[in-house]
C-alpha cells in the first residue's frame, strides 16, 4: 500500500502544472455554468402575481350590454385570455347592438389594464397620469380613484384601485360622437 502512495506522489509532483492547469480550467467552467444558470432563471421569471387581475368581459358581461344596447346585442371581440406585460395584466371585451349596418351599429366596449402586484398598480397610475391629453376632456367626478372623458376619442377612462379602466360607447363609425353621459352609464353598471 506505500508503494501505491509513493508511486501517485511521484505522479502527481511530476504532473503538478497540469494537474494545477486543469483545476483553474474545472473551477473557470464551474463558474461560468452558473452564472448561466443564474442569468436564465431571472430572464424567463415573470412577474409575481399578488393581485388577482380583472378579465374584462367578467366585468362587462353580455346582460349588461343587453341592458344598455338591446336584446340583440352580441360579444363583436373574442375572450381571449388576458396579456401579462411587466406588472400588469391586459384584457378587452366588446359587444355590438347586431345592426347589420356596422356603421350606424351602437358599440359598448372596455379594456381593463390590472395592476398585478404594488409595481404595477403603481405604473397604472403613473400611465393613467402621463395619458391624461392637454385639452378636450372632461374631468369626471365621483367615478373610481380619477376619471376623464376624451372628447377627441370619445373613451372614458377611469383608474379603480387596481385597474385602468377604459370604457367606449357609441355609435361605431363615429366614436368622437360618444358622450360622457353614456360612458358614465356603462361605468355605473360594472365598477362597485
Not at 363583436?76 to 411587466?86: I, M, N
Request: charged share 20%.
Amino acid at each position: 500500500m506505500k508503494h501505491y502512495f509513493q508511486t501517485a506522489r511521484a505522479y502527481v509532483i511530476a504532473h503538478k502544472k497540469d494537474f494545477t492547469i486543469g483545476a483553474g480550467v474545472f473551477v473557470g467552467l464551474a463558474l461560468v455554468a452558473g452564472l448561466i444558470v443564474l442569468i436564465v432563471a431571472n430572464i424567463d421569471r415573470p412577474a409575481e402575481i399578488v393581485y388577482k387581475p380583472v378579465r374584462a368581459c367578467d366585468l362587462f358581461t353580455l346582460d349588461e350590454a343587453k341592458e344598455l344596447i338591446g336584446s340583440n346585442a352580441f360579444r363583436s371581440t373574442e375572450d381571449a385570455d388576458p396579456v401579462l406585460l411587466g406588472n400588469a395584466v391586459t384584457s378587452s371585451c366588446g359587444y355590438s347592438d347586431g345592426n347589420a349596418n356596422i356603421d350606424n351599429s351602437i358599440v359598448a366596449a372596455i379594456k381593463v389594464r390590472s395592476g398585478i402586484n404594488d409595481d404595477g398598480i403603481e405604473e397604472n397610475k403613473n400611465d393613467f397620469q402621463r395619458g391624461i391629453p392637454d385639452e378636450k376632456i372632461s374631468n369626471v367626478p365621483d367615478l373610481g380613484d380619477s376619471a376623464y372623458f376624451n372628447q377627441v376619442n370619445g373613451q372614458l377612462n377611469i383608474l379603480n384601485g387596481l385597474d385602468w379602466i377604459i370604457i367606449s360607447y357609441g355609435v361605431n363609425s363615429d366614436p368622437a360622437g360618444n358622450t360622457v353621459d353614456q360612458a358614465v352609464a356603462l361605468a355605473k353598471k360594472i365598477i362597485n
